[in-house]
């Protein structure tokens, strides 16, 4: 847990500053949304996995930097994983179709640029650290964290468009997507690397700090 932790206290250190100096420019948000998971895999068959529907939940600070443009960072719980993989069993017997479930905790920092005669569109990028919480195999509720890597880089990617409903909150809805960068299983063999991906419909409100 000092893993997750550290990182963590160091971003809200990080916003916990910045809101002292910026308070009427700070946005903060929570939403939810459906996930679409899988894996890319390189080293064998450079293969994409079937995907794994879930979701996730998450809260935001947006602070702004200039007309168009703000910094967002979040903090997702974010299911993941993928479809169609297989497990060697203690006999030795490969039992194929299982379905595998990594639950995260996802931080993402980007860039975040405002667009549109309202500025009401917005497009975001930037990197992910992910803190690996439990692994699953779910035909047998097996757990396979010990197989996994405790933490995941990657790039985050979102678009999406703001609806007033009040003078203070906005709607908001974003087609959100994060490409793994590094090898989540350990021991791998023969080079093969296995990458996590995974798209989503997110929903969610934002309103600004007083």
Do not use: C
């Amino acid at each position: 847990m000092a893993k997750f932790f550290t990182p963590l206290l160091i971003v809200l250190g990080i916003y916990s500053s910045a809101f002292g100096q910026t308070k009427n420019n700070v946005e903060f948000g929570a939403n939810i949304g459906y996930n679409i998971a899988y894996i890319n895999e390189t080293g064998y068959g450079n293969l994409n996995s079937p995907a794994i529907g879930g979701f996730n939940l998450g809260v935001s600070a947006d602070i702004k930097v200039s007309d168009r443009w703000s910094i967002k960072g979040k903090l997702i719980y974010d299911q993941k994983g993928w479809n169609d993989g297989y497990v060697v069993e203690a006999d030795g017997v490969a039992v194929d179709y299982v379905d595998f479930r990594l639950n995260y905790i996802t931080i993402p920092v980007t860039a975040n640029w405002h667009f549109g005669r309202m500025k009401n569109w917005y497009l975001n990028f930037g990197p992910y650290v992910g803190f690996l919480l439990n692994a699953t195999e779910t035909s047998s509720n097996t757990d396979i964290k010990p197989g996994f890597n405790n933490t995941d880089f990657g790039v985050a990617l979102a678009i999406g468009v703001k609806f007033p409903i009040t003078d203070r909150v906005r709607l908001f809805i974003e087609d959100e997507g994060e490409a793994g960068v590094i090898n989540i299983l350990k021991g791998t063999p023969g080079g093969i690397i296995i990458q996590n991906g995974r798209s989503a419909i997110n929903v969610g409100i934002n309103f600004p700090l007083d």
